[in-house]
């Protein structure tokens, strides 16, 4: 069955430490995007990338890293300079062929840093 | 100011009835879409529908439809016969644009809570 994979499901990490945070699609989608959600504040997009070896900032992309370097992947690290890491972590892809096509999402990585 | 707003932190609804979840945009762009998505406790994101700017028809699908008001910019989500599997977190999503690889920006969502 095609989809997108984020793993893994929880992250512990070490306030300091980066993470990287995977996405991977099988849907032969062409766009990926990286979003962040907190309680309350709904979903806040972070990077997202139209093809491969090119991606963009979102609205809170500081203390963010991405790299896109195959059509599948789409990683996103978490730097010790994100000054509020812990949240919950969604990529999503799409075909990008119309304006009426939505946003696939993956399940998500919930990240905890103490 | 924010693009899209959802006045309702949350809503109680009883097994079988409609509800409705409000969703006010805010854009300049002639061309944009707008989508909604079911969050489940379990995390994920499910797309339920989506409605363009020019269409004249309100969008629907299956128990859903959307209540699309362009003049007042709002689009809210109409669910019909409520079920228990209905209870999540519901998010309106607008596409600003032609283009398909555009963001989608979120409103902060409505819990929808459905009783027996």
């Known amino acids: 069955d095609g989809g997108i994979t984020q793993s893994p499901k929880y992250l512990f990490r070490k306030e300091g430490q980066n993470v990287t945070l995977s996405c991977e699609q099988n849907?032969?989608?062409?766009?990926m995007y990286w979003y962040r959600q907190d309680p309350g504040q709904g979903l806040r997009l972070i990077y997202y990338s139209q093809i491969v070896n090119d991606f963009q900032k979102g609205d809170i992309a500081e203390g963010y890293s991405v790299s896109r370097e195959k059509k599948e992947s789409f990683p996103l690290t978490v730097t010790s300079a994100q000054k509020n890491p812990t949240a919950f972590y969604l990529c999503?892809?799409?075909?990008?062929?119309?304006?009426?096509?939505?946003?696939?999402f993956g399940n998500g990585t919930r990240l905890t840093v103490t | 100011a924010q693009k899209i707003t959802q006045t309702q932190p949350g809503m109680f609804v009883q097994e079988k009835e409609a509800v409705t979840l409000d969703c006010t945009y805010d854009?300049?762009?002639?061309?944009?879409?707008l989508f909604w998505y079911k969050q489940p406790s379990s995390g994920e994101m499910i797309f339920l529908i989506y409605q363009g700017s020019y269409d004249e028809q309100n969008a629907t699908e299956g128990r859903y439809s959307l209540n699309f008001q362009k003049a007042r910019k709002s689009a809210n989500l109409v669910i019909s016969a409520s079920q228990l599997g209905d209870s999540a977190m519901y998010f309106c999503?607008?596409?600003?644009?032609?283009?398909?690889?555009?963001?989608?920006?979120f409103g902060k969502g409505t819990m929808l809570l459905v009783s027996p």
């Open positions: 854009t300049s762009d002639q061309s944009y879409g």
């Open positions: 999503a607008m596409r600003e644009g032609r283009s398909g690889y555009s963001t989608l920006t």
């Open positions: 999503a892809s799409s075909t990008g062929t119309g304006e009426n096509s939505p946003l696939h």
């Open positions: 849907l032969n989608h062409d766009a």
